[in-house]
């Protein structure tokens, strides 16, 4: 009688553990987030470049004057502001930006864009941006995407050992800015 119980409890016992766990497995049809937090980074010399951003995509949607609106500061990604941070000091322009975390921000338009770095980052969208915290203004002229670009996406360009590009792409507009790590 023991070895027919014994059997019993062996075949039963993982049918028991797998009615546990089934509660535990992603749904099949559970969705991925739209705007995904990501990031890029790269190694520009000794400097670590990173940016943090939530990637939109365009799901047929107008994004240009339509999803983002010209002329208003735009957190230039989805949810929490994007941010950069550089590990050692830049020069943007003419501009010597110390090392450290930024907010990015932009102001798009369909012939210019302005780019900011703030020294506020940790915001929800550009609700808490304050241009009396501006570290650099630039503008620049966006460039056109010879194909679509669905999902926003940063690119940290390495150009040599002391300089860098950040690129913005997202459907068929671009912007970036060259930075150079100040030499010590």
Known sequence: MKPIFFVLFLIVSPLALVAQHEHHQPAANS???????????????KNHVHIDYGSPSVRGRTIWNGLVAYNQVWATGAHK?????FSEDVRIDTNIVPKGRYGFF?????EEWT?????EWDMHLADGYDVSK???RLN?????????????TYEVINVNNTKGTIRMSWEHRAVSFDFETVQR
């Open 31 to 45: 969705a991925s987030p739209k705007s995904p937090r990501t990031s890029a980074m790269a190694m520009v010399g």
């Open 81 to 85: 502001a994007t941010w950069i941070e």
């Open 106 to 110: 932009t102001i798009p338009d369909k």
């Open 115 to 119: 780019l900011i770095l703030s020294k």
């Open 134 to 136: 501006d570290v650099i």
């Open 140 to 152: 620049v002229k966006p460039t056109t995407n010879p194909v679509l670009v669905e999902s926003l």
